[in-house]
T-cell receptor, first 112, second 111 residues
Framework: DTAVSQTPKYLVTQMGNDKSIKCEQNLGHDTMYWYKQDSKKFLKIMFSYNNKELIINETVPNRFSPKSPDKAHLNLHINSLELGDSAVYFC???????????FGSGTQLSVL | AQSVAQPEDQVNVAEGNPLTVKCTYSVSGNPYLFWYVQYPNRGLQFLLKYITGDNLVKGSYGFEAEFNKSQTSFHLKKPSALVSDSALYFCAVRDTDKLIFGTGTRLQVFP
């Protein structure tokens, strides 16, 4: 079983559309994250949730809205997609006191 | 704010030779430092971490890292490189409740 799974793996869409990326972890972790990796491979944190509660929101445009229906899931909804949103989005989870992140395999978003 | 720097965009090494991937840090307080590896089209995988204790930390796949407080460095090392070690390597530092990643170093191991 994949520990942290994201869907879809690839997402190609037009500017202005709304799309969602889903993430699920089966590790029993309390904390989940969304990271964005740009074309230069630079990784930047976007959000983190702990047990369904938003902990970190790193000055991400409010077109991006994370939702955590339960602590095993953290989805990312993006409204009015822009060209600059093209990137790879990674979900990750972390157990309490674990100090180690487990990453999903990423969702490559291409906005045309 | 905590930060890490990876001064090399790419490191090339011949198979069988020792490798070093450099990382320096800037933190207030005691650093929590990490190395992660990213293979093509994959998510990041944890290699090793330094929290406290021995300055030489051993991790996955034969990698190790040396914490050097005086030089504020946490370089990743391996005694003998494999072609399969070719990947993107990220140094990271814990900042309260999140990990801050360096810009990454691409390691290319040639046969």
């Amino acid at each position: 079983d994949t520990a942290v799974s994201q869907t879809p793996k690839y997402l190609v869409t037009q500017m202005g559309n709304d799309k969602s990326i889903k993430c699920e972890q089966n590790l029993g972790h309390d904390t989940m994250y969304w990271y964005k990796q740009d074309s230069k491979k630079f990784l930047k944190i976007m959000f983190s949730y702990n047990n369904k509660e938003l902990i970190i929101n790193e000055t991400v445009p409010n077109r991006f809205s994370p939702k955590s229906p339960d602590k095993a899931h953290l989805n990312l909804h993006i409204n009015s997609l822009e060209l600059g949103d093209s990137a790879v989005y990674f979900c990750a989870s972390e157990g309490r006191g674990n100090e180690k992140l487990f990453f999903g395999s990423g969702t490559q978003l291409s906005v045309l | 704010a905590q930060s890490v720097a990876q001064p090399e965009d790419q490191v090339n090494v011949a198979e069988g030779n020792p490798l070093t991937v450099k990382c320096t840090y800037s933190v207030s307080g005691n650093p929590y430092l990490f190395w992660y590896v990213q293979y093509p089209n994959r998510g990041l995988q944890f290699l090793l971490k330094y929290i406290t204790g021995d300055n030489l930390v051993k991790g996955s796949y034969g990698f190790e890292a040396e914490f050097n407080k005086s030089q504020t460095s946490f370089h990743l090392k391996k005694p003998s490189a494999l072609v399969s070690d070719s990947a993107l390597y990220f140094c990271a530092v814990r900042d309260t409740d999140k990990l801050i990643f360096g810009t990454g170093t691409r390691l290319q191991v040639f046969p």
